[in-house]
């Protein structure tokens, strides 16, 4: 009896060790981003993907979840986990579009984490804006791990078909390389010639990417709003010309332009400087089938040796919310991911880092980075951080999008446009 009872308790024991096991098993990091960052960090629907993710997670003890959001719902993610004293989620990954003094109410300051366990060359290994952006009253709130720029791409075999030699340097030479490779196939498919993204919450660095050309910018870098200058009047006018000629799809403002680009609907297009996996990839135009080419520019514009015009920078940093309850442990996830090792496997994921070592390492190799390198050391957000920039970003696409499909005069609706966003930003 004696016995019998002695293996019952040591049963109740086993028991409750290995339910002690499981449930430190359970300890859990969640990481809020977009499909971008799952495919950076898994592998996920990458040829050959690498999982940047385990070996952490097997040191630590700790499983991480990658929470995907949409573009819009990140942006709406971040004011409404950073307000709450507790959440499930630990780090979110912030862009550019999500950059402004309120981070610092809504996420946790790392440099007392930094102090104690410093992420290896930061910040002075890193590409200066993302870092600055993430930086607040002297108090870093993000580390950047993803950044990039976007760039012209060209069908390799469409613009040689079509009679394009050379990729374009002037936005004329644009305009006419354009108008040759818009065609229809013999199946009577027709291919565009080319077009920047139009949906609504991309078109303000489209917009700013092709004011670039004509030496304008949404704001300049002195903040002030300069919208309805005379070079974004032109760049306004010059994606009405090429519209209105069907040169850009008649639903550009609905169509995802760079799978128009990867389905061969289309001969050049504007978008990241790190797509030559996915446009490349065996289902799109194959290895070898794009020419990647800087933003053309005004002649009159060259100067400082500087052949091209800037384009529009963008980046993803890494921060802690307020309310997560694993603080320490997001920390250390997030100096991993800093670290070269996950940052290459990353990198072979089609992640771009941050860092200058890297990047410059990628433009030895792959021609679309060494553009974009190029591009970077001369860009910017298309605007600026603050709290209101869904509204700015609204406005800017309702104007644009009512010039160059509707035919809205130009000037005016750009004053208006300045109006609204001095309203916001001055």
Known sequence: MQMKRTIRILSVAAIAALSSTAFAQEKKLTVVGVNIHEASMRGVGVANGKDALADFEKEKNIKVAVNVETGPGILEALPRLGTLNSSAEDIIMVSQLMANPRLATFLEPLDKYMSANAVEGFPQDWVKAPVE??????????????????????????????????????????????????????????????????????????????????GGSIIDQKGEVVVNSPAMVKAAEFLHRLYAEGIMPPNWSSIDADQLFTS????????????????ESPQALGPGGTIPFHVPILDELRKGGVDFAGSQSFY??????????????????????????????????????????????????????????????????????????????????????????????AQQTLDTLADDLKGIYE
């Not at 920047?196 to 660095?205: A, E, H």
């Not at 061969?264 to 446009?279: A, E, K, Q």
């Open 316 to 409: 993803w940093g890494a921060g802690i919310l307020k309310g997560s309850q694993n603080k320490e442990q997001a920390y250390d996830l997030i100096k991993y991911l800093a670290g070269p090792g996950p940052e290459a496997m990353m990198m072979s994921n089609g992640n771009q880092p941050c860092r200058a070592a890297p990047l410059a390492k990628l433009g030895e190799t792959v021609a679309a980075n060494r553009v974009g390198i190029d591009t970077l050391a001369i860009s910017r957000p298309p605007l600026p951080g603050n709290p209101r920039l869904s509204e700015a970003s609204d406005a800017v696409a309702v104007a644009v999008q009512d010039i160059v499909v509707n035919g809205a005069a």
């Open 264 to 279: 061969g609907r289309l001969s050049m297009v504007v978008s990241n400087d790190n797509f030559t996996s996915r446009f």
């Open 133 to 214: 952006a993430g930086t607040i009253d002297n108090q870093h709130y993000t580390v950047p791990l993803r950044c990039g720029v976007w760039i012209f791409w060209g069908n390799k075999k469409y613009l040689t078909d079509q009679g394009v030699a050379e990729p374009p340097k002037t936005p004329e030479q644009l305009y006419e390389a354009a108008k040759k490779a818009t065609f229809t196939k013999p199946n009577g498919e027709k291919v565009y010639g080319f077009a920047v993204r139009g949906i609504s919450d991309q078109v303000p660095s489209g917009f700013a990417t092709i004011g670039a050309m004509f």
